[in-house]
């Protein structure tokens, strides 16, 4: 008679591991030693060992085989926040999160670690070392922020000590580092438009950027700390670097890091915020006739002109958490992975 193995608890799947994310998480547990399956609707690499399965997280029949013998599952998938189909916020971060949760359920999968947003408290005014027990945002500043707060509280109320399924959400903010498709090509686009000459505000606002690999390392504990007996059960932890910083010195230093100018003039927060609010009712007005994507929005306003940087003090409490990258080495290891992004560069395949 065949016996059938048990799973192993260094078997884990991945969703939305194709992604920024995903993948510096995959490289990480495979270097852990963990047997990884990365399930996404789309495949961006490979790596030796890492199984794949393409297919949407609302499937749940595609999950149920991608999640054969898996106790251990990490749930990044995300439409990109700068979308503005609501369709698919819905669809992917609420249902598809819903789908996510059954088929782990059904599948016999233990822990669900997934990935929510500091943002969930965040409503476009000043949060300085937030705690994980501020309030969900009333108004979220945004839609996708809006599914976002939807998805953890489903993912933190289905955890079950008596079920035997466990889950934590991992708050992470502003995260960047090498093949980041977001923060520094938006920033050196904005740059090369001519668009990166002011500073809202007075410059002074403190936020997190945290990097990539210190976000991959929260996840990762949070994971092994995951136990019936631990404090993680059902709750959410910021992660970030732990160092805030001003949004317009992080941005000013990539920036010249990768040749460019740093802003200079100063413009009034409220003035920008107002511009930025009339355009997004002009751009409704006129979605009909012409889709335009404005640089300015309000959400990108306020991210740039308000204090926004959370405690970690309960990820060091519950799960022994500190940044394995310094602020300074994290930068300076992104400039450098973005080559192509350098003013020179850029100059020169022009010419
Ligand atoms: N990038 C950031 O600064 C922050 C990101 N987050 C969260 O971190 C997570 C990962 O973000 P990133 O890696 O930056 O995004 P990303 O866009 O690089 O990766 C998301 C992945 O999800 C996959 N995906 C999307 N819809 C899917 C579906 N229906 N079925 C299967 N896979 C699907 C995509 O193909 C992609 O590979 C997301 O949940 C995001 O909300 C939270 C805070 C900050
Ligand atoms: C900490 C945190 C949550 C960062 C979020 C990352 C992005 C939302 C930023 C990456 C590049 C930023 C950017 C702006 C807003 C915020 C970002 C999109 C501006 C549009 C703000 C207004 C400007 O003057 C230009 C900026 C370009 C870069």
Known sequence: MATRLRPSSK????????????????????DKGYTVTVFDIRQSYTIPGVTFHQGDLCDKQALLKALQDVLLVFHCASPAPGSDDRALFHRV??????????ACQEAGVQRLVLTSSASVVFEGTDIKNGKEDLPYAKKPIDYYTETKIQQEKLVLNACSKERGF???AIRPHGIFGPR??????????????????????????LVDF????????????????????SPLC?????????????????????LVGLGYDAPRYHLPYWLVYGIAVLLWFLTLL???????????????????????????????RDMGYQPVVSLKEAITRTVESYPHLRRDVLKGAKS
Not at 11 to 26: E, K, P, Q, Y
Not at 216 to 226: D, P, W
Not at 234 to 254: C, K, L
Not at 297 to 313: D, N
């Open 286 to 316: 006129l979605r009909p006739l012409v889709a335009i994507k404005p640089t300015f929005t309000p959400m990108r306003v306020a991210l740039a002109g308000t204090h926004h940087y959370y405690s970690c003090a309960r990820a060091k």
């Open 180 to 205: 980041d498709p977001q923060l520094v090509p938006i920033l050196v686009d904005t740059a090369r438009r001519g668009k990166m000459k002011f500073i809202i505000g007075d410059g002074s606002n």
């Open 11 to 30: 078997r884990c799947a991945v969703i939305g591991g194709s992604g920024f994310l995903g993948r510096h998480l995959v490289e990480r547990l495979v």
């Open 210 to 229: 945290t990097f990539v690999e210190n976000v991959v390392h929260g996840h990762i504990l949070a994971a092994e700390c995951l136990k019936a007996e």
């Open 166 to 168: 466990l889950t934590v």
């Open 234 to 254: 059902g709750q959410a932890y910021h992660i970030t670097n732990d160092e805030p910083v001003r949004f317009w010195d992080f941005m000013s230093q990539v």
């Open 93 to 102: 971060n609420i249902d598809g999160t819903r789908t996510v949760i059954e």
